[in-house]
């Protein structure tokens, strides 16, 4: 056998041996209880789709799916930790668009990069609320503008934390209202909407999932809907173009990644599960009671979404001046 022969064969039986492992884990898989993480404490939009698709991805799976919250570092401790753990499909990361597009924008330094982490699907969307407590003597969009004007400085926001959708987004609208307000970052959505309820924090700009339930209450007053149309669960808030605020829109997304490495026969098949799993009906009821709109895209689309988002939040972030701290 010549050199040749021998690599040329070598070569193809290590790729042959490469793909029947590939297609061996993904007919196995899963054979053991599959986690969720969740870059945020419970409560809020991520978490919410996160609880959305643990259900019946179990058992569309037929194996347990666990949601698993480990919030801080503005997620950065969950993306580091699912960007480290074996790429064999058990451990998944729970995304948040603005922590996965934002955060390398604003930190060079950050304990995982988006190369770390493979898009398995993006599972639904919300467009975010402007909404402020009661106590604000302002009860439309211009209104609220107008009082910012009068008063720079003198009332807060909350936000999910340094670099959320909620601190870059509230920025943004700072900028094209010309308005003042001091930013009052938190560990995600939870301890934000318990501070705003309170009137310690009066102003939030945030997904349906937190706070559309104390806007149906009367808790807090919804002044614009940050979107194309109005939200069926508070169909009375006007869009921010409705209320005269033209060219302001927000949307956050939930994408599912696994660790870089994963086989892609793995993916495939969490990913394919994942679109079964949310056209079930009763996810749908679900979905429209947490105020969560399901868009399902496969792992090639997610991954251009992601790339497309990440050139445009970089030129936001910059634009803005909104830095890490």
């Keep these: 056998m010549t050199p040749r022969r021998f690599s040329l064969r070598t070569l193809a039986t290590t790729a042959a041996t490469v793909l029947l492992s590939g297609l061996a884990a993904a007919q196995s898989f899963p054979s053991k209880p599959i986690t969720l993480v969740v870059p945020n404490p419970p409560g809020g939009f991520v978490d919410a789709s996160a609880r959305l698709l643990s259900e019946p991805l179990s058992r569309v799976m037929g194996q347990t799916v666990v949601v698993d919250n480990k919030g801080g570092g503005s997620g950065n401790v969950a993306y580091g930790l699912v960007a480290r753990s074996a790429p064999d499909g058990y451990t998944l990361l729970t995304s948040y668009s603005a922590y996965h597009v934002g955060n390398p924008n604003l930190n060079p330094k950050l304990p995982w990069a988006q190369k770390d982490l493979a898009p398995v699907a993006l599972i639904t969307v919300a467009t975010n609320v402007i909404a402020i407590h009661p106590s604000v003597p302002a009860n439309t969009l211009g209104e609220f503008i107008s009082y910012l004007k009068a008063n720079p400085g003198k009332l807060s926001y909350a936000s999910q934390g340094n670099g959320s959708l909620s601190h870059i987004g509230t920025e943004m ?13 938190y560990r995600g959505s939870g301890p934000a909407v318990q501070d705003v309820l309170s009137g310690q924090v009066q102003v939030f700009i945030t997904t349906p999932p937190s706070i559309m339930g ?66 079930q009906p009763d996810t749908k009821t679900r979905a429209n009671a947490a105020g969560i709109e399901i868009r399902y895209l496969p792992p090639a689309a997610l991954d251009a979404l992601v790339k497309r988002e990440t050139e445009f939040w970089a030129k936001t972030i910059k634009s803005a001046g909104i830095t890490a701290d």
Excluded: C, Y
């Design 214 to 279: 104390h806007i149906q209450a009367g808790k807090l007053k919804g002044l614009a809907v940050a979107g194309k149309a109005r939200h069926p669960g508070i169909p009375n808030v006007p869009t921010t173009a409705e209320a005269g605020l033209k060219g302001f829109e927000l949307e956050a997304w939930v994408g599912i990644f696994a660790p870089a490495g994963t086989p892609p026969d793995v993916i495939a098949k969490l990913s394919s599960s994942i679109k079964q799993a949310m056209e």
């Design 173 to 185: 609208f700072k900028m094209q209202t010309h308005t003042s307000m001091v930013h009052i970052p």
